[in-house]
T-cell receptor, first 113, second 113 residues
Framework: DAKTTQPTSMDCAEGRAANLPCNHS???????VYWYRQIHSQGPQYIIH???NNETNEMASLIITEDRKSSTLILPHATLRDTAVYYC??????????????FGKGTLLTVNP | EAGVAQSPRYKIIEKRQSVAFWCNPI?????LYWYQQILGQGPKLLIQ????????DSQLPKDRFSAERLKGVDSTLKIQPAKLEDSAVYLC???????????FGDGTRLSIL
């Protein structure tokens, strides 16, 4: 499975953009990058995913480099409720028509007032 | 739509006792997952079901853990007998197909005394 590397922790000021980096240098051509976040005492929450092109939804934007070896999750206007652990995951093919997610330790994003 | 439901929310038992967790996935979701999340770590996949069949149980400690999804809807995960190292949050997730984003419940926090 392709491994990901994320900073252990980051801080961001409320109202500013939060840019969370992720390295996935061993990613294969058909593997997707997924981002989840986990707020304290809750289950992980899906944010966004992408293959090659940049993606945007109501929660965030995902920027994937042209060589696909790294990506950045952008929360355009961070709020205190965005304080959470953010996981960058390369979705792996596990045989048949099945895929699996392997979570690392993620990045603890703390949004400060 | 209703999310993934899990119960109980918390459970405290003594080592060597047995415990069971229940999960009701989102309606219509064919794939169901059980994860174990130890404090400070990301979730680790224990078992994946496609309808009522097991797709992947390679990381399930089969000497003490068992899981079933008899009618292809809700599922139970059992530990018998429990060890101190089983203290963790047990998360259930589901999706229509394993190539879709997973939706997580808020988990059951298990404490072993």
């Amino acid at each position: 499975d392709a491994k990901t590397t994320q900073p252990t922790s980051m801080d961001c000021a409320e109202g500013r953009a939060a840019n969370l980096p992720c390295n996935h240098s061993t990613i294969s051509g058909n593997e997707y990058v997924y981002w989840y976040r986990q707020i304290h005492s809750q289950g992980p929450q899906y944010i966004i995913h992408g293959l090659k092109n940049n993606e945007t939804n109501e929660m965030a934007s995902l920027i994937i480099t042209e060589d696909r070896k790294s990506s950045t999750l952008i929360l355009p206007h961070a709020t205190l409720r965005d304080t959470a652990v953010y996981y960058c995951i390369v979705r792996a093919y596990s045989g048949g028509s099945n895929y699996k997610l392997t979570f690392g330790k993620g990045t603890l994003l703390t949004v400060n007032p | 739509e209703a999310g993934v439901a899990q119960s109980p929310r918390y459970k405290i038992i003594e080592k060597r006792q047995s415990v069971a967790f229940w999960c009701n996935p989102i309606s219509g979701h064919a794939t169901l997952y059980w994860y174990q999340q130890i404090l400070g770590q990301g979730p680790k996949l224990l078992i994946q079901f496609q309808n009522n069949g097991v797709v992947d149980d390679s990381q399930l400690p089969k000497d003490r853990f068992s899981a079933e999804r008899l009618k292809g809807v809700d599922s139970t995960l059992k530990i018998q007998p429990a060890k101190l190292e089983d203290s963790a949050v047990y998360l259930c997730a589901s999706n229509y197909h394993s190539n879709q984003p997973q939706h997580f419940g808020d988990g059951t926090r298990l404490s072993i005394l």
